[in-house]
């Protein structure tokens, strides 16, 4: 395959990430008309008739007089539409209006405070599109290092010559990813993407570390790794799934001390894992507080949501503006949306499974021994072999969020999202980067080399097309 004529290392995927941004945007950018959501216009009316004033124009255009003419780049609209004005709507205000809680606020703040600083520095421009370039900006950012990251990570997971080639072509798929411009738009999905990883890699590196002598640099990495989740969280809702991480690790150590008895160094590693667990899902309580003191204790006439059993403003909105819940979604006219998020799904339910050693097709879990250094241990050493555990045990807990929102998107959520917050998940990747590098090893079957091709252009061809 072609991925694997690059040399494996960070400058290709800085070439890789340089030209297939520069191709998406080519593309939205010789497309024609505004396309069928025009909402993107919205950022260049001038600011008075944006907020339903009279100017007495009457065109949509912006007047040359107004101070946005330094970031006049008209095809910024390719890249802020749907969800997008939200955000930035967000970012330049705060949350104004109960369905925009359906967007999470780590992005819309960062790209707000962003924005303020350089207003602060003097620069006049319109705020709503000064904040969607900054928006646009600080997203691609975010992606190039969640590409950066993910290529970490995997070498921490695949160990290696092997590995660094696995490691490669994965980071690569997440650059190709059938995210396309949702991660280069003012979304939330490369910021997802760039704490998730990082949050991977911090769990991971602490799990190689097993020893009782290097127990405060893993207790720190574990918090650390935490941290980073909930910043996940607190960008997209669907990060608590993270926690499953920690859940699985306060199991087995739980496992273990009803087995061997209490010992201080077991229970240490509990209390660590329990707190890392507790300071996860504050990216989703924090801003439901807020938003609980905001509608039901500063309002005169509390909204339904606040007498639920657990208000919540993000659940409630959900239901009442988005339709969001159990098989809501399932209705015919929705049919072409599950097609359309029907390959990803296969590959996400079917990559998780095999994280999960549940399947070993199209090619099984590459392992390393534990002491090649690399290995994890937290513990359980008779759980994880040192010698041939068939699945890799980073990547068993990492198949689990995985699997999670894939049945949710299935059942939940509105399917075709499914596109783009897959973006986020690596075992995916993973599952396809080790099939891609074996291929190139043993020449195998017809069979998978088909497969792989498939998938790897359907995910390149469905990019493409979104981004026009």
């Known amino acids: 395959m072609p991925l694997l004529a690059l040399r494996p290392e ?38 008075d008739r944006r907020l ?23 095809r910024i609209g390719s890249l802020a539409r749907w969800d997008a004005l939200y955000f930035v709507q967000i970012a330049r205000r705060g949350y104004l209006f109960e369905q925009e809680w359906a967007f999470a606020p780590a992005f819309p703040r960062i790209a707000g405070s962003a924005a303020s600083m350089l207003e602060r520095r003097g620069l006049a421009v319109d705020p709503l599109v000064l904040r969607a370039h900054v928006a646009v900006v600080l ?10 990251v993910l290529y970490r990570l995997s070498r921490v997971v695949f160990p290696g010559p092997k590995g660094k080639r696995i490691a490669f072509v994965a980071a690569s798929l997440h650059v190709l990813s059938p995210a396309g411009l949702f991660l280069s738009a003012p979304y939330a999905e490369s910021l997802f993407c760039l704490c998730s990883f990082a949050g991977s890699w911090l769990y991971a590196e602490s799990l190689s570390r097993s020893e009782p002598e290097q127990a405060s640099k893993r207790d720190v990495l574990v918090l650390a790794s935490s941290l980073s989740f909930a910043v996940a969280t607190a960008a997209r809702s669907n990060g608590v799934l993270n926690g499953a991480l920690f859940l699985y690790d306060a199991c087995v150590t739980s496992s273990a001390l009803l087995k061997k008895g209490v010992g201080a160094y077991a229970v240490r590693r509990l209390l660590v894992i329990g707190l890392g667990g507790a300071i996860l899902p504050l990216g989703l309580i924090v801003p439901q507080a807020y938003a609980y003191h ?5 309002n005169s006439a509390p909204r339904p949501w606040c007498s639920s059993l657990v208000p919540s403003i993000y659940t409630w909105v959900q239901d009442t503006y988005w339709n969001v819940g159990f098989l809501r979604y399932w209705s015919w006219s929705n049919l072409p949306l599950f097609l359309i998020a029907g390959p990803m799904l296969a590959i996400m339910v079917f990559s998780a499974a095999w994280g999960l050693n549940i399947v070993a097709w199209p090619t099984q879990v590459p392992t390393a021994p534990v002491s090649s250094g690399r290995g994890y241990t937290n513990g359980d050493a008779e759980t994880e072999s040192s010698t041939a555990s068939h699945s890799d045990p980073m990547l068993r807990r990492m198949a689990v969020p995985q699997l999670i929102v894939a049945v949710l998107a299935i059942s939940n959520y509105h399917v075709q999202i499914v596109n783009r917050i897959s973006s986020g998940y690596v075992v995916w990747y993973w ?4 099939a891609i590098v074996d291929h190139g090893e043993t020449q195998a079957t017809k069979t998978r080399p088909m497969l792989l091709e498939v998938t790897v252009r359907w995910v390149v061809i469905y990019a493409l097309v979104q981004a026009a």
Do not use: N
Request: proline content about 6%; glycine content about 6%; overall charge negative.
């Open 10 to 47: 960070p400058r290709s995927l800085l070439l890789l990430f340089g030209l297939w941004k520069a191709l998406l945007l080519l593309i939205a950018c010789i497309s024609p008309g505004p396309g069928y959501d025009t909402s993107a216009s919205l950022l260049f009316l001038e600011p």
């Open 52 to 74: 339903g004033k009279s100017t007495g124009q009457t065109t949509l255009e912006t007047s040359t007089s107004t101070s946005t003419s330094s970031l006049d780049l008209p």
């Open 139 to 148: 997203a691609s950012l975010f992606h190039l290092l969640s590409v950066l």
């Open 294 to 298: 905001e509608y039901c204790r500063m």
């Open 431 to 434: 599952w396809l980067a080790c």
